[in-house]
């Protein structure tokens, strides 16, 4: 829950430095123009400003005692005393969860570097070195999480983790490349009604949240009117379609061997659309809204594997 926690801490952080700190008028005599909740101006004129010492002194003063404080929940969590020599290890790292936790190196890397970036570009750095550091600080962050668990007896330094991690790194600068890319989403959610197997095994009561994975569910989310250029009539472009992963019955001690994959299929909201849709983005953040728009919100969907049921509102 600390991981969480931190993360909104940074998402609140970046929401509050957007709404306020930006001075717009600076830009009064400028064109400019919303990309994906970012202001752009065809000038450049936001590259070229200096960088804010306080703004600086401020984040790389908060950075080091947050990452801190993660590594020493992961250290408690995870590698307290669990020392070995190091090794790789993909065969067992791969069927982990039934893979699910490949969905949570992407998404996590994905919102992280969505964090840096801003962090980056609200300290004055231009939109080039704020995608480069904030890609870079992410991936080293991850692989030095990776090298941990290379020292450990029960894991070791996976590659599968590491090629999530930075593809997740990458996903949102890819989107910006392409721009109908931006009809797809990766997003997740908790489900903490859904009773989980996992839990109710004595050994697994005081692990992490984060490992309860059948609670976890990760989504793949189409946007239908993007996608078919609003060639389908009465769908609305702020409806979704999202396909769902997630898992029943783990165990967690027998190396992914345990275990069924749950598929959903169902419905999404992409909030961006809903909210320009309503005319309200000048009342709500447009960086509180990115942000809301990497989370499914609860919706109607159908699980289709192992066995069918229906939900009127599935977390």
Known sequence: MFKINLLLFFVVLNTFVYGVEMNFNKYANTNVFYLNGKIMNVNNALD?????????????SCLPIS???????????????????????????????????????????????????????WVGFTEDKSALYSMGFVVLLSGI?????????????????????????????????????????????YDPFKKSYFKSIMWNKNKSFMDDYERHNYWISFNVAGITNNKIKYVPDWLNIGVGFSAQHLTGIDHGKSGKLEIFLGFDINPKKLFDKFEMKNKISKKTIDYLNCYHLPAPACRLTPEYNYYIMKF
């Open 67 to 121: 990452i801190g404080g993660v590594f020493y929940y992961f250290n408690n969590s995870w590698w307290h005393n669990k020392k070995g020599k190091f090794h790789f290890d993909d065969k067992y790292e791969f069927s982990y969860a039934l893979s699910l936790d490949k969905g949570g190196h992407f998404w996590s890397s994905m919102v992280s570097t969505m964090v840096f970036y801003d962090l980056f570009r």
């Open 145 to 189: 999480v990776e090298v941990k668990d290379g020292f450990s007896p029960y894991w070791g330094f996976s590659f599968s983790d590491m090629i999530a991690n930075v593809a997740g790194t990458g996903f949102t600068f890819v989107k910006e490349k392409y721009p109908y890319l931006n009809n797809i989403d990766i997003k997740w959610s």
């Open 48 to 60: 070229t400003n200096k960088i804010n010492k306080k703004r600086l002194i401020l984040v790389a």
